[in-house]
């Protein structure tokens, strides 16, 4: 549904007023029995609803990513995917389908989209073990347009490696903290720059970590300003934030 095109339509007396309500007014989601799909969504928020992989059998992924090509949806995002998923869908959808295994995404029909060119998004990760949802985030930036820097492996344990990057953090117009263990790097980022920081606490970590509850409640507790947090291992919600704050700094939203 293109709402401009109906408007332009009415405008020059190419559909009549009742005409463009009754378009208007029908619904903007698809009722395939198992699922929903809201087909409205980038109209109201700008981009496409994503699909959440996990739990869902290959069938249903499939049937869900046929329905929205077919609706003319472009560089469609499943989340949390899996290697066999991603062979499933490449054998069974006519159009291109891209992996990216570190990240559990699949991205079909991809196209470049247009960039937000002003600054970039940084990524920054403490460890190599919270690069899965590091990279989960930074994909779904870079699929939604946004320039991405990573900063990887700069945790509290080494403070050192985080203040050598510190001037392609300070220059971000957002910035992503990923953690596990004690959670306390978003804290130290945010007490270094003028950019808000979105938390994402992982559930890397020992026992006493609690997957991830423990580096969740440091992240909440946080004393520096500017903090926000996602819930835990949740790389793609942080990213969409960090894509509406990028895209506002860009005069795109």
Not at 17 to 38: H, T
Not at 102 to 118: G, L, Q, T, Y
């Amino acid at each position: 549904m293109d709402i401009r095109k109906i408007l332009e339509d009415v405008k020059e007396d190419k559909l009549s007023i009742d005409e463009a309500l009754k378009i208007l007014s029908r619904l903007p989601f698809e009722d395939i029995d198992f699922a929903k799909i809201d087909h409205h969504r980038k109209i109201r928020q700008g981009m496409s609803e994503v699909v959440f992989c996990e739990g869902k059998t290959e069938q249903q992924v499939l049937k869900i990513f046929e329905r929205m090509i077919e609706k003319g949806e472009v560089n469609i995002i499943g989340t949390r995917a899996s290697k066999e998923l991603y062979e499933y869908l490449k054998e069974n959808l006519k159009e291109d389908i891209v992996y990216y295994e570190v990240a559990r995404i699949v991205c079909a029909k991809r196209v470049e989209v247009k960039k937000n060119p002003k600054g970039h998004v940084a990524v920054v990760s403490a460890g190599t073990a919270d690069l899965k949802v590091a990279e989960e985030a930074a994909i779904i930036l870079e699929i939604l347009g946004n320039n991405v820097k990573r900063v990887y492996d700069v945790g509290v344990a080494g403070i050192h490696r985080l203040f050598s990057h510190l001037n392609e953090i300070q220059s971000a117009n957002v910035i992503i903290a990923v953690a596990g263990m004690e959670g306390a790097l978003a804290s130290v980022v945010a007490g270094l720059v003028s950019r808000p920081v979105i938390a994402v606490p992982t559930s890397v970590g020992y026992g006493a970590n609690f997957k991830g509850l423990s580096a969740l409640l440091t992240m909440l507790n946080s004393c520096a300003n500017g903090v926000a947090v996602v819930n835990i291992d949740n790389g793609f919600g942080a990213a969409v934030v960090a894509h509406m704050i990028n895209s506002l700094a860009n005069g795109n939203l």
